[in-house]
C-alpha cells in the first residue's frame, strides 16, 4: 500500500513538475491516540466516518465535535414547518442549525449566533458546504444578549428562537482553550477568547469575599469558604488548569475527601469562574427579557439548559411573563433527555428544556 502511495505521488510530481510533499500523520504512542491533537481521525469526520461513528457507538463525544441534545425534543416544542424564520442563539457546531434547516426550507430562514469567532467561521463553511447560501442562512459574531439587532433582518419578528446554553464539546475538549482541568494550559474559560479577562487574570484581582461568594451563587459549591482561601493563597498556582485543579484537590483532601471525591468541586469552581468570566448569568438574563419583543404572536421559543442557576432563571421568566399575559402558555415541568440519549450522549445527563409561546 505505501509503495503505491509513493508511485501515486511520484507519477503527480511529473505530471506537475513540481514534488509533491509527503506528509505524515500524527504519531503518538501506544496503539490509540490519546491527545486532543493526535486523534486525526475524530477531527477528520469528512475522512474517516466509519471510525467517528465507532467512537460516538461507545458514547463518547469525537474530538472537535459536538453532538447536539434533545434533537427530537426540541423540534416537537418549536413546531418547525417550512416557511419559518428563526434564530439559533448559540451556534456552535451547528448540530440544532444543522437539523433545523431541512424542516424550514424552502422559503425559510435561520440565523446563527455564536459569541465564540473561531468556532463560529469553522460552522458558517461547514453549513455552506451543505448548499445554504445567505438567503436561507446568516450568521452573527455576538452576544445572543443582543439578539434584538437580528429584529434588521426580520423587523415583524421571528418563528422560532432556540437556544441551547450548554458549553459545547469543541471548547470542554479542545486543551489550548483552558477550560478542561484534564490537560494543562494556561486558566482562559473565555467563550471568546479574542477578547476580556481570562479566568487567570480574574484570580490575581478578586477579593477573598468576592470569590467565596461567587463559588456559592455560580456553582452552589458546598466548600466554597475553604477553597476560596486557599485558591488566593496559592493564586500562582492557579494560573494554569493542571495547578488550579491540584490547589481544590489538595485542599479539599486535608477535609478527609479522597482524590476521586474532588473531581465534583474541582468541576463546580471551573465552572463558577467560567459563568464569571464571561458574564454568563447576565447575558442569559439580558436574553430572557429580549425574546418576547423578538418573536412574532405565536412564535414560540426553547431554551436547554445544563445548570441549575440557568434553569431557575428560565423558569422563572417564563412563569412570570406567562402570567402577564405576555406568553400565553409554557411548559410547567422541564423535558429530560430520554434515557437512551443519556446512555448514548452522557454529557445530556443534566439538560433540562424548557418552552414558552408568545400570546
Given amino acids: 500500500m505505501l509503495a503505491k502511495q509513493r508511485k501515486a505521488g511520484f507519477l503527480l510530481s511529473c505530471m506537475t513538475d513540481k514534488p509533491v510533499k509527503h506528509t505524515r500523520r500524527v504519531r503518538y504512542a501506544g496503539t490509540h491516540p490519546r491527545k486532543f491533537s493526535e486523534k486525526y481521525k475524530e477531527l477528520n ?13 461507545r458514547g463518547q463525544t469525537p474530538a472537535g465535535m459536538h453532538l447536539p441534545i434533545c434533537v427530537s425534543e426540541i423540534y416537537e416544542a418549536l413546531k418547525l414547518k417550512q416557511g419559518m424564520s428563526g434564530i439559533d442563539c448559540t451556534l456552535g457546531y451547528g448540530g440544532h442549525s444543522g437539523r433545523i434547516l431541512p424542516r424550514i426550507i424552502p422559503s425559510g430562514m435561520l440565523i446563527g449566533i455564536d459569541v465564540d469567532s473561531a468556532e463560529l467561521a469553522k460552522t458558517e463553511k461547514r453549513i455552506r458546504s451543505y448548499g445554504y447560501d445567505e438567503s436561507v442562512f446568516v450568521t452573527r459574531h455576538m452576544n445572543f444578549s443582543q439578539i434584538k439587532e437580528c429584529l434588521d433582518v426580520r423587523p415583524e419578528g421571528f418563528d422560532f428562537i432556540l437556544a441551547d446554553l450548554g458549553v459545547s464539546s469543541m471548547q470542554l ?111 442569559l438574563d439580558r436574553l430572557l427579557r429580549s425574546i418576547p419583543e423578538c418573536l412574532k404572536r405565536g412564535g414560540r421559543v426553547a431554551i436547554l439548559s445544563f445548570h441549575s442557576g440557568e434553569d431557575r432563571r428560565v423558569k422563572k421568566s417564563f412563569k412570570g411573563l406567562t402570567e402577564q399575559g405576555i406568553y400565553s402558555e409554557c411548559v410547567r415541568r422541564p423535558v429530560r433527555p430520554s434515557f437512551q440519549e443519556k446512555y448514548d450522549n452522557p454529557r445530556s445527563s443534566s439538560a433540562k428544556l424548557r418552552w414558552a409561546v408568545r400570546a
Fill in 45 to 57: 469526520p469528512e475522512k474517516y466516518p466509519d471510525d467517528v461513528e465507532k467512537v460516538k457507538k
Fill in 173 to 283: 475538549d479542545t486543551p489550548r482553550r483552558g477550560f478542561s482541568f484534564k490537560n494543562p494550559a494556561q486558566l482562559d474559560l473565555r467563550l471568546d477568547n479574542s477578547s476580556g479577562e481570562t479566568a487567570a487574570e480574574l484570580l490575581l484581582r478578586i477579593t477573598e469575599d468576592s470569590l467565596i461568594n461567587l463559588l456559592i451563587e455560580n456553582a452552589d459549591e458546598p466548600y466554597a469558604e475553604p477553597l476560596g482561601k486557599a485558591i488566593l493563597l496559592r493564586k500562582k498556582e492557579c494560573q494554569t488548569t493542571v495547578g488550579f485543579a491540584s490547589v481544590i484537590s489538595e485542599t479539599l483532601q486535608t477535609k478527609g475527601l479522597e482524590p476521586e471525591e474532588c473531581k465534583p468541586s474541582i468541576q463546580r469552581v471551573f465552572q463558577a469562574l467560567r459563568i464569571e468570566v464571561n458574564n454568563e448569568f447576565e447575558a
